[in-house]
């Protein structure tokens, strides 16, 4: 399911990206990059297509709800699937990200089964 | 005026000024009250220039272990996540000469059991991001404290450089200050914020050095 799909995923912690690369690789996810900011990952949509965007909010120079902003803000991604996976976890975050676009929420720390079923849902597998 | 000798000796001079003070009947319930404010407020202030003394201090060392305890949290973590990752390449390994030589099916089992431990193990490791993320929280708190400080301390310099008045109190209150190295509550307050965690202190090959010598 995720094997031909390729993903961008965006955290400042490297111990986080470790984590998400461990867990997309036994979800049977190839093909994805890591970025450490949103200035980063502006840098990688860029330059490559992906399927799907997973990005932290709090982070260094860009942060996540930056980063959002800008890529809604531009045609050719306005419809590109974005899952936010973050330790803000008020209702007033939530409702921050729906209102800047972003397309599905996880509180961390997140579980494999429900990473799989938000990406699922947001792929349209 | 009269070089002023700590809070008593200034005490005293605003009760002389309350007592010879002239004025009309109207007015005089108000500069009493305004006399008794002053006295009021001014052990107030040596309280606040002593804590702003000494916890301005040690923030910046508290900012410090802050950071200290993210970065060896962090390492640790990467040197766990190496292991498992290891251990993980050989669990494939093992897993691949099992098929090649027809391994039974509970080996097979057992090692993808292993593989959903070490996954459980990863997962885990979230709370290595989730409390660096509390802790550069704290440490913002204490930088903005840490900068009121300084702006409190600031202002008390404008004020002792605005009137007279203000250059006897904040006199008097650093004399007041001199004294009280055995006030009770200062102490308490070096005590409770003594650092515990002392981690630039000496080396290892130091302590055996002092305990060599002994």
Redesign the interface.
Known sequence: MLENKRILFV?D????R??IA??LK?LGAVRFDEAENGLDALEKLHENQYDIVLTDW?MPEMSGKEFVEYVRREERWRSLPILMIT?RGMEEDVLTAIRIGVNGYIV?????DVLKKKMLDLLGA | MHEVNGINDLIQRINELDANIETNSEALPLVHDMFNFIKDIIPLMLEVNAFMKDGSQKIPSASDNLQFVSQTTEMATHKILDQLEFINRKITEVKAQASQNNGSQDMMKNLETLEKKISDIFLAFQFQDITNQQLEYVNRILEAIYKKFVDLFNTSLKIRGRTLFGQDILAAIEKELQKSQDNHALQKFNVVTTDIVRHNGVAQDMIDKYFNQK
């Open positions: 955290d912690s490297p111990t986080m470790r984590i461990n867990a036994n709090n330790t961390k720390p997140f579980t494999p």
